[in-house]
């Protein structure tokens, strides 16, 4: 065997041992706990044969506590690139089999170089999260690199697609960086985030909690709303990360790629004049609306169990991706609250960022009155949505299914604050509040003085519906542009996002807004 030669079998050696990781026994350690491990995570992320690793070969340099004694290869992240569906996408992935996972130096500093190899690439970045935090022995050293990713999550913010996978423990300052990422998907019963423990919480409040009961994939996918998406596997997992990822577009100066579903662009939907009760008062699933408007009744919920008086979806018409904003009467009538409202600006903001036209779908009864609401800031949540359309610059259609009343008609996507076209079905109501709460409050004193008060509150009622919430009242005056048949909403949408693709809006000039918090 030449010298040569035998340097090559040495690097394949030393290349093995480090791809290998610490062993079988760390392996099984960490399958028997029902998670797979970090390579085979990526093989189902990525196209097979497309990941190409940089920094296998790393070590770190710290010393004390005996940390000088054991130095693994890879220091328990891998970094690097490969394709989904073809497409460039950077990837770091935590090994949990080194040092738990635990951010130090060098760790950190192979994120660091795999962040800002993605923004400059112009390429999405997918982290697969399975860490124990910062590494102890290494101190503040450890709690920089923590730094150091945040202020690359911040700056790669609306330029790149981030998405943060909890594959197993997310907790302290390291809960941060999923937390300014787009989106943040988590495995129910193996992943969990949460700045304090159980054991934390127990010291100080005295109350006694599971780690899945305080920060599991249920609890942030529908109480606080961390998480996206939520699933029972690893596997169904990854799948769901690379179908949103053909969703998205690479960065923020182009547009996601289009499909072609042989769903027909002309396509009626007759079954809509049916979906939808006439009947103000009565709820029907506004999801089955959507799933008749768009192709092949395919969409993706994001924040689907979190928030359920509004749908925020992704999906395509013609074969191109848009972001819906819908509301669900199925729950809370489809009021907007606090909770929603938030929930929707932030899609918003993210489908903006990637030039994701959006299709607002409204029946909306109002705000969420309450002292609760109130005392929570439904104000200034609110605000956030109103602020979010108000901002958005992408192609903006808004179709007015049943009923569209006061503020919450205005936070909506109205013409009023930009909407590029606004459409209403036959039947709709837009108007400041419902027709009886309008005639108690403008006809209060006839209605009392009348010696049939029931009678005249209803002979009121019915002629302010006529004069004021007719279907065409807003058509007359321009605030909807046309009222379309149910059955037409479909081609009629594609005909109208044809048309705004090549749109262009500019913001005035300043450093950034200052949104409300």
């Known amino acids: 065997m030449t010298d040569g030669a035998g340097a090559l079998a040495e690097l394949r050696a030393l290349r093995g041992r480090a791809a290998a990781g610490p062993g079988e026994a760390s392996s099984a350690a960490q399958q028997a706990k029902g998670k797979l491990t970090v390579r085979e995570r990526l093989d189902l992320l990525l196209d097979p044969g497309s990941f190409e690793e940089v920094g296998l070969l790393r070590r770190h340099r710290a010393t004390g506590f005996g940390l000088e004694n054991k130095r693994p290869y890879t220091d328990g992240v891998v970094t690097g690139w490969g394709t989904v569906e073809g497409r460039t996408v950077f990837v770091y992935a935590h090994d949990f089999r080194i040092f738990g996972g635990a951010l130090g130096e ?16 112009g390429a999405p970045l997918v982290s697969l999260n399975d860490g124990a935090g910062a590494r102890i022995q290494e101190g503040v050293s450890a709690l920089a690199g923590y730094g150091g990713i945040f202020r690359r999550n911040a700056r790669a913010s609306g330029v790149i697609p981030q998405i943060s996978v909890m594959l197993g423990p997310c907790a ?22 949460f700045i304090t423990g159980p054991d934390v919480v127990r010291a100080v409040t005295g109350e006694e909690i599971t780690q899945n009961g305080l920060g599991g994939a249920d609890v942030h996918a529908e109480t606080s709303g961390v998480c996206h998406f939520a699933y029972d596997d690893e596997a169904t997992c990854l799948a769901e990360v690379r179908y949103l990822l053909s969703l998205l577009p690479d960065n923020n100066r182009g547009f996601a790629p289009g499909a072609s579903y042989g769903d027909p662009a002309g396509r009626r939907t007759p079954a809509l004049r049916e979906l939808v009760p006439q009947d103000g008062s009565r709820p029907y699933d506004m999801a089955r609306v959507i799933e008749e408007l768009v192709d092949d009744g395919e969409m993706l919920q994001v924040h689907e169990c979190f928030a359920r008086n509004v749908i925020c979806a992704l999906a395509r018409l ?60 439904i104000i200034r949540r609110g605000a956030k949505l109103l602020y979010a359309y108000c901002t958005a610059t992408v192609p903006r259609i808004s179709v007015v299914v049943r009923k569209a009343y006061g503020g919450a008609y205005i936070v909506m996507d109205s013409q009023s604050i930009g909407a590029d076209l606004t459409f209403a079905w036959p039947g709709n109501e837009i108007a400041v509040m419902g027709a009886e709460g309008a005639a108690n409050v403008i006809f209060r004193r006839e209605i009392a003085a009348a010696d049939d008060p029931e009678a005249t509150r209803a002979r009121l009622v019915k002629e302010y519906r006529a004069e004021l919430m007719h279907p065409y009242y807003a058509a007359e005056r321009g605030l909807v542009d046309d009222v379309i048949d149910p059955a037409e909403t479909r081609e009629v949408l594609i005909r109208s996002l044809a048309m705004l693709r090549s749109k262009q809006a500019e913001l005035p000039a300043r450093k950034h807004g200052n949104p409300p918090q």
């Open 106 to 121: 060098t760790h950190a500093a192979k994120i660091h170089k795999i962040m800002d190899m993605a923004l400059a690439a």
């Open 318 to 377: 013609d074969g191109q991706v848009v972001g819906i904003v819908a509301n669900q009467p199925l729950a809370l009538a489809g009021v907007l609250d606090s909770a929603a409202s938030e929930k929707a600006a932030r899609f918003v903001q993210m489908c903006d960022s990637f030039n994701i036209p959006l299709v607002t779908l409204l029946d909306v009864p109002g705000f969420l009155p309450g002292v609760d609401q109130e005392h929570g800031g």
């Open 172 to 193: 302290g300052g390291a809960a941060y960086s999923p937390a300014l990422t787009d989106f943040v998907f988590m495995v129910r019963e193996t992943s969990q985030m």
